[in-house]
T-cell receptor
Framework: SQQGEEDPQALSIQEGENATMNCSYKTSINNLQWYRQNSGRGLVHLILIRSNEREKHSGRLRVTLDTSKKSSSLLITASRAADTASYFCAMDQGAQKLVFGQGTRLTINP | DAGVIQSPRHEVTEMGQEVTLRCKPISGHNSLFWYRQTMMRGLELLIYFNNNVPIDDSGMPEDRFSAKMPNASFSTLKIQPSEPRDSAVYFC????????????FGPGTRLTVL
């Protein structure tokens, strides 16, 4: 099964700056989801964007989806130290299972 | 709701021993997933169930791994015999099984096989 490719693998920024993470995939999807994983914890669902949507917002999160390029981006605005975590995109290809990317490790420096 | 519950949270065992990981999904969810996470391979789907029936076990690495879901509120993942390369964090997740398919993850079981 195909995995999403996430870019960058690691990102370190200063508190207050914006963080952008990208995800690319290979086959068609029903929807694409973003999850966050704090160190030593399980993944937590952040936001879902459907295949017929181009942009979605949730608080400081903004997700875009370009199905023609098979890519998505997650933008976190005005980052905080608590945003330090790994972020994963997950592709819903149907059959109720998700295929996860390798993740981006985000570090917010105070 | 208590969320997805996994036990034990940590397990240290010796090579060759049997290991059983347990999961209680969120009440009312009808899909359950077992994942394995390592630094080298990332997050891998091992098997998933829908309405207690195994749907896709293509991710199970080999016959040493088996999973059961005897009822809607309980699942086990068994490794017998265990090997050092099985060391990983094992996550259980559940979902409503709807079209939107958001998954809720448990805290994971950190398995170390010596």
């Amino acid at each position: 099964s195909q995995q999403g490719e996430e870019d960058p693998q690691a990102l370190s920024i200063q508190e207050g700056e914006n963080a952008t993470m990208n995800c690319s995939y290979k086959t068609s999807i029903n929807n694409l989801q973003w999850y966050r994983q704090n160190s030593g914890r399980g993944l937590v669902h952040l936001i879902l964007i459907r295949s017929n949507e181009r942009e979605k917002h949730s608080g400081r999160l903004r997700v875009t989806l370009d199905t023609s390029k098979k890519s998505s981006s997650l933008l976190i605005t005005a980052s905080r130290a608590a945003d330090t975590a790994s972020y994963f995109c997950a592709m819903d290809q149907g059959a109720q299972k998700l295929v996860f990317g390798q993740g981006t490790r985000l570090t917010i420096n105070p | 709701d208590a969320g997805v519950i996994q036990s034990p949270r940590h397990e240290v065992t010796e090579m060759g021993q049997e290991v059983t990981l347990r999961c209680k999904p969120i009440s009312g969810h009808n899909s359950l997933f077992w994942y394995r996470q390592t630094m080298m391979r990332g997050l891998e789907l091992l098997i998933y169930f829908n309405n207690n029936v195994p749907i896709d076990d293509s991710g199970m690495p080999e016959d040493r791994f088996s999973a059961k879901m005897p009822n809607a509120s309980f699942s086990t993942l068994k490794i017998q015999p265990s090997e050092p390369r099985d060391s990983a964090v094992y996550f259980c997740a559940s979902s409503l099984g709807s079209r939107l398919n958001e998954q809720f993850f448990g805290p994971g079981t950190r398995l170390t096989v010596l």
